[in-house]
């Protein structure tokens, strides 16, 4: 029988939603078994953790890590490894590997392969095709359904009005969508033909892209009442629409869409060449006015890597996405730094939000009972962003040479330390998480 492990944690700050609190937390191997216990607790392992802070494991609702099939660019040992470094303590990844997530039968397998390889928690949605409505009716152990409503290719574009209602009617498990409209998409790229600054990506992939596909898709949510969660908006207009959110509608928001507009094509290129693309200045601002607003609930990176090779390929033969989920909590942190916002919002924004979305059992916060995940930050260590010391298999970042305010330095997963100032026990292996949709979503939990 396996001996279980108490781990106390004291004089930490301990980091929530709704404030901080200068309290010990006591681990009972797996589980959070108490929040300032008795002076007197005995523990097998005590640590001190004076002149930091402790937060719930951030939880990344939107990553792509390439296995099966795309392994070259990265694969989920790698990809696991940076999670655990940036204080990720769970993610949920996208269907579109190779073959496609789209049959219970794959999406067993993804969990088996996560098994095996992955240091941290996961989750793997099933995606949506025209044709595959029996398997989203079926499918168990997933967070949800994703739809690719532009921006993708096979099966997995997903664009014809009878099969979104026909999803949306059929299906009960939540929906999320990449929201581009694809006519638009198309049309725009017909009239810049042969164009090959990348600047140009962000005419093609425009503002009415974007704010087509999402009403688009809010509106069948809204007819069948159906929950929905809008991935990676990028624009002004849609932080707007998404203020009447009826109990149904979250939304998030990605790291490159707050940090980069399309000012940055002129120093950083294809690297940071995206789908959906980058806006301006002015929707940056909207954006983290959102955030403040609660009209976007989540921020997620959609980790897309691919190597520099097939970056540095001249436009539009260079493919869009970009690492960042090793760096994404020092970026907030960063920002907390500079006064842009607190560190219970990026608790709410990165750990407890995302959770609720997705109906996680045992994540997302410091509370009794919950999964030992969480994360050790020191707000004064500066942390370093350099190509050659990235975790993900592809070794860049586009925020490489920046220092940061603010650092993660211990990572636990289910009560097992994963990271400690650079270095990971790679014996630790992560669990697949599990959901409990009867829950109703970020709305129906407080």
């Known amino acids: 029988m396996k001996k279980t492990m108490k781990t106390?944690?004291?004089?930490?700050?301990?980091?929530?939603p709704h404030g901080m609190a200068d309290v010990s937390v006591l681990l009972d191997d797996e589980r959070i078994a108490e929040i300032d216990p008795a002076i007197h607790t005995r523990a097998d392992q005590t640590i001190d953790a004076a002149g930091l802070h402790l937060l719930p494991g951030v939880v990344d609702d939107q990553v792509h890590f390439r296995e099966p099939g795309l392994t070259h660019k990265e694969d989920l040992q790698h990809a696991s490894r940076a999670c655990a470094k940036g204080g990720v303590t769970t993610f949920l990844e996208m269907p579109n590997t190779n073959p496609a997530t789209i049959t219970a039968q794959r999406l067993a397998e993804k969990l088996a392969l996560a098994a095996k390889s992955s240091l941290v928690n996961y989750g793997f949605y099933i995606g949506a095709t025209p044709h595959n409505v029996e398997e989203l009716k079926k499918a168990r152990r997933t967070p949800g359904i994703k739809i690719f409503i532009g921006s993708s290719t096979g099966d997995l574009l997903v664009d014809e009005q009878e099969a979104l209602e026909r999803i949306f009617a059929q299906t009960t498990?939540?929906?999320?969508?990449?929201?581009?409209?694809?006519?638009?998409?198309?049309?725009?790229?017909?009239?810049?033909?042969?164009?090959?600054?990348?600047?140009?990506?962000?005419?093609i992939r425009d503002h009415a892209a974007a704010l087509i596909a999402t009403r688009r898709a809010i509106d069948l949510a809204f007819r069948h009442q159906h929950r929905f969660h809008v991935l990676h908006v990028s624009t002004g207009g849609e932080a707007e629409i998404l203020a009447d959110h009826r109990d149904l509608i979250t939304a998030e928001v990605c790291l490159h869409h707050l940090f980069f507009n399309i000012d940055a094509y002129a120093t950083l290129g294809t690297?940071?060449?995206?789908?959906?693309?980058?806006?301006?200045?002015?929707?940056?601002?909207?954006?983290?006015?959102?955030?403040?607003?609660?009209?976007?609930?989540?921020?997620?990176?959609?980790?897309?890597?691919?190597?520099?090779?097939?970056?540095?390929?001249?436009?539009?033969?260079?493919?869009?996405?970009?690492?960042?989920?090793?760096?994404?909590l020092a970026l907030l942190l960063n920002e907390v730094h500079l006064g842009r916002c607190t560190l219970e919002q990026v608790v709410r924004w990165m750990c407890d939000a995302p959770a609720r979305v997705w109906d996680l059992i045992g994540k997302g916060r410091i509370e009794k009972g919950y999964d030992a995940d969480l994360v050790l930050v020191d707000l004064e260590k500066e942390h370093h962003i350099l190509d050659e010391q990235q975790e993900t298999k592809c070794r860049w970042s586009p925020?490489?040479?920046?220092?940061?305010?603010?650092?993660?330095?211990?990572?636990?997963?289910?009560?097992?330390?994963?990271?400690?100032?650079?270095?990971?026990?790679?014996?630790?292996?992560?669990?697949?998480?599990?959901?409990?949709?009867?829950?109703?979503?970020?709305?129906?939990t407080q």
């Not at 498990?173 to 962000?202: F, M, Q, W």
């Not at 955030?291 to 897309?304: N, R, Y």
């Not at 305010?405 to 330390?417: D, L, Y």
């Open 399 to 444: 925020w490489n040479g920046r220092t940061l305010k603010g650092s993660p330095v211990r990572t636990w997963v289910m009560g097992n330390e994963v990271f400690r100032n650079g270095r990971f026990d790679e014996s630790i292996k992560g669990r697949e998480a599990t959901f409990d949709h009867t829950r109703g979503g970020y709305w129906k």
């Open 271 to 328: 690297r940071v060449q995206m789908n959906p693309s980058l806006k301006t200045a002015a929707d940056n601002a909207r954006l983290w006015q959102a955030l403040q607003d609660g009209h976007i609930q989540v921020i997620a990176t959609d980790h897309a890597p691919h190597t520099l090779e097939e970056k540095s390929r001249p436009y539009p033969r260079s493919p869009s996405g970009l690492p960042a989920v090793e760096n994404s």
């Open 173 to 203: 498990l939540p929906i999320t969508a990449h929201c581009e409209d694809e006519a638009t998409v198309r049309r725009n790229a017909e009239k810049y033909a042969g164009v090959s600054d990348v600047a140009v990506h962000s005419k």
């Open 8 to 16: 106390l944690i004291q004089n930490a700050r301990v980091v929530t």
